[in-house]
């Protein structure tokens, strides 16, 4: 149980489209997702902290009209990358609180690649 | 702000080897401490949760230990294997937040 899928898993776009990335908790509903962001050989980073039927909360420093972020039911939070540039390119990972028990769990990831 | 410090950000041993990873944390106000393992180009393992009011954890050859008054944490790995190489990252959260991590250790068990 408590299964976090993401998707796509890889994805190559071109500077300055949009990137939509999906999260799904598969078993189980999720009234909060958070999104991550690693850069190569760093840790994670929090991006944003999403709730279910609100708007998300940002970290400092992540700008919300460039990562848009959308968690319109109980098992889905979107995070869209508006105008990608090669600098956004990096490892984007969600998870999902499973409620009643504080444990996050982690989707496997987005690998996004901005040319 | 909770910050998370682990060392050594790298380590080499041979196979076989017993050893100790260190993860210390700013504010002891945690509510789960938690150990994943993250091979390169891929997602997160999680290995091992400590709740705040446990003192350690084990699962097969790890072990993880939780002194929350000093924040620290350590994770015991006991004859280590090739296939232990990998990067171990420590986190930690409060009631209903996200976890917080550290920048890692990236171990290397050469056969």
């Known amino acids: 149980g408590a299964v976090v899928s993401q998707h796509p898993s890889w994805v190559i776009c071109k500077s300055g489209t949009s990137v939509k990335i999906e999260c799904r908790s598969l078993?189980?509903?999720?009234?909060?997702m958070f999104w991550y962001r690693q850069f190569p050989k760093q840790s994670l980073m929090l991006m944003a902290t999403s709730n279910e039927g609100s708007k998300a909360t940002y970290e400092q420093g992540v700008e919300k009209d460039k990562f848009l972020i959308n968690h319109a039911s109980l098992t889905l939070s979107t995070l869209t990358v508006t105008s990608a540039h090669p600098e956004d390119s990096s490892f984007y990972i969600c998870?999902?609180?499973?409620?009643?028990?504080?444990?996050?769990?982690f989707g496997p990831g987005t690998r996004l690649l901005v040319l | 702000k909770q910050e998370v410090t682990q060392i050594p950000a790298a380590l080499s041993v041979p196979e076989g080897e017993n050893l100790v990873l260190n993860c210390s944390f700013t504010d002891s106000a945690i509510y789960n401490l938690q150990w994943f393992r993250q091979d390169p180009g891929k997602g997160l393992t999680s290995l091992l949760l400590i709740q705040s009011s446990q003192r350690e954890q084990t699962s097969g050859r790890l072990n993880a230990s939780l002194d929350k008054s000093s924040g620290r944490s350590t994770l015991y790995i006991a004859a280590s294997q090739p296939g232990d190489s990998a990067t171990y990252l420590c986190?930690?959260?409060?009631?209903?937040?996200?976890?917080?991590f550290g920048k890692g250790t990236t171990l290397s068990v050469s056969s």
């Open positions: 078993d189980f509903q999720a009234t909060t």
């Open positions: 998870s999902a609180f499973l409620r009643g028990t504080e444990t996050q769990y």
């Open positions: 986190a930690v959260n409060q009631a209903g937040t996200a976890l917080i």
